[in-house]
């Protein structure tokens, strides 16, 4: 424990980057939407105690109410999942150093779990102010001899569902992944393709999911398409693909299918996705979603056009009455299901 106490020292010395890719959007069916919005000044300081009444909310230019308000000094339940699979063995410690620095950033009134996963889910530590136990859940996080397979879908699933059951207001998951689930894997091998989202059951599970439980699903995403380090391990899935498939585009498919299925949770529950350009990257990330979680207000609007429109894309904007202040917000809009 007292490692970590020290790691904790050492990881809030970490300046913040901004690795995070545009914000997405998916097809959803929605009654409610909720938008996570921070709101900063001329001089890039989060402005404070604001209410309801000072933001407007505008779906393709069109006023809406406003009919749930969280301030910025409401509590966050937050659950810390993390990927422990082979594929990111390289990567615990790093895991470790990174949850304390977040856990040495959260206020007073948050509560937060921490849970890892490889072939199965681990609940390490349930939901606490904080204390001793959460440096007892850290190092609890590796384990000697990880499983080779990975159990993503299913441990998102039961996150989404049951980790956060009887918790009400403002929720958020937190996971670090390179997002690869073994069960698309072995359909890949079965198919000699990558198959689509629409053609991945347990994916489309997780994903309905995730849409009716509405928590906000934010990704810290490794060794995708976009980021991968090929120099390193990058997990035996990947490799694998490579020998079998040599000179195909089924093993870059694979990884590519992994970060796009991460970027469509993100969009249906207005979380967001980062992109770590490299190791160095993972611990200001974390102190940088920490601080945008505690300077943030959560307000939702209900779509006051109801008509059926399958596929149209609906622009979301938050403002404020202050001309001068600066709006940041989780989703920028949504596509309207059939």
Not at 41 to 62: C, H, K, M, W, Y
Not at 126 to 144: E, V
Not at 314 to 327: A, K
Request: charged share 25%.
């Amino acid at each position: 424990m007292q490692a970590f106490r020290l790691l904790l020292a050492a990881s809030v010395s970490f300046g913040c980057v901004l690795a995070q890719e545009p914000v997405y959007t998916l097809k959803v069916n929605v009654d409610r939407v909720p938008v996570d919005v921070a709101v900063f000044d001329a001089g890039n300081r989060p402005v404070a105690s604001l209410t309801a009444q000072d933001f407007q909310v505008f779906e393709d230019g069109i006023p809406q109410k406003i009919v749930d308000f969280s301030p910025m000094a409401a509590p966050y339940h937050i659950l810390l999942l993390f990927d422990r699979s082979g594929s990111t063995q390289s990567q615990w410690t790093l895991m470790q150093r990174a949850a304390a620095g977040f856990l040495s950033r959260l206020r007073g009134q948050d509560r937060v779990a921490i849970a890892a996963f490889d072939e199965e889910f681990e609940m390490l530590q349930r939901w606490t102010a904080g204390g001793s136990s959460y440096f007892d859940a850290l190092d609890r996080l590796a384990r000697p001899q990880s499983a080779g397979q990975t159990d993503f879908y299913g441990s998102l699933e039961r996150s989404v569902t049951r980790e956060f059951r009887g918790i009400a207001g403002r929720r958020v998951a937190l996971v670090l992944t390179d997002g690869r689930d073994t069960a698309l894997y072995k359909r890949t091998l079965a198919l000699d393709r990558v198959p689509g989202p629409t053609e991945d059951r347990e994916y489309q599970r997780v994903l309905r999911a995730a849409q009716k439980e509405s928590i906000p699903l934010y990704f810290i995403a490794l060794n995708t398409d976009r980021n991968l380090n090929e120099g390193s391990a990058v997990g035996g899935d990947y490799l694998n693909l490579r020998r079998l498939f040599p000179g195909a585009s089924i093993p870059l498919d694979f990884v590519t299918a992994a970060r796009t299925r991460m970027e469509e949770l993100a969009g249906a529950t207005g979380g967001r996705v980062f992109f770590p350009k490299g190791i160095e990257d993972v611990i200001p990330l974390y102190d940088q979603i920490a601080r945008e979680l505690s300077a943030s207000y959560t307000l939702a609007y209900e779509p006051a056009r109801r008509e059926n429109g399958g596929g149209n894309y609906r622009r979301i904007e938050v403002r404020t009455r202050e001309p001068g202040w600066r709006v940041w917000q989780s989703r920028t809009g949504y596509y309207v299901g059939q």
